[in-house]
């Protein structure tokens, strides 16, 4: 069905202006000219842009970034999600304006290079090759500050074997579903909103809940009692 900008407007929820800017910037296809003045678009806009904004909401991805992956050769709209199983190293990679080596990293995070080298390790800090990024620079600031917080690692090690344990249960459940559903965009869009949108809800709300029951535990009468010291007479 062809459809008018209006229409193209509500039913990708998108600000006419930020459609036109993908179609310039090659994210979209030019649409139908029929008659001067007149575009129109099929359906398949609304699907693009939908996939779109999904990737640089939850991926952060940049233009170039899902331009790169929109204009690969095995690309297709309606494969979309099953595509990112395939390309995550392209949008895992994040884009900054300035890379690191080894050597540049450690000197602008102030570290030893020695400790950067059991970052790697441990597999808390990832040579993902092309050099390092402003992400890994943040990174190692947060650990080192977390040594500060946490000398004997304890927190550190947690969330390495959580993260691995987690990544091993994504990972059999991905090739799993390319092997018995080949082509189920629903399935495959579920994972990748468990993986980017569930995980971190719970991981987080995790915290928040044993937090309160903690506050609460320290605060209740019995609690209270105890810590009260006794009447010396």
Known sequence: ?????????????????TILYYIKEGLLPEPQKPKP????????????????KYLQKNFNASIDQIRTL???????ISKGYETLL???????????PKRYDKTELCEAARIECDDFERYIDMGVLFDRGGGFSDTELEILRIL????RADPDG?????????????????????????????????????????TLILKPYLFNMQLFER???????????????????KDPR
């Open 1 to 17: 069905m062809a459809l008018k900008m209006n229409q193209l407007v509500k039913l990708s929820d998108t600000p006419k202006s």
């Open 144 to 147: 080192q500050e977390l040594k």
């Open 86 to 96: 395939e390309t995550l190293d392209l949008l895992m990679a994040p884009p900054s």
């Open 37 to 52: 003045n007149v575009h129109l678009y099929d359906e398949s806009y609304v699907e693009r842009i939908r996939f779109i």
């Open 211 to 229: 937090y309160r029951a903690r506050m609460r535990e320290e605060d209740s009468p019995s609690s209270l009692g105890e810590k009260r010291p």
């Open 154 to 194: 304890k927190l550190l090690q947690t969330y390495r074997e959580h993260a691995q344990a987690v990544a091993e249960a994504e990972v059999d459940l991905a090739r799993r579903l390319t092997r018995e559903r080949p082509g189920d965009e629903e399935t495959v869009k579920a994972l990748f909103d468990a």
């Open 70 to 76: 929109m204009q690969r050769k095995d690309f297709d």
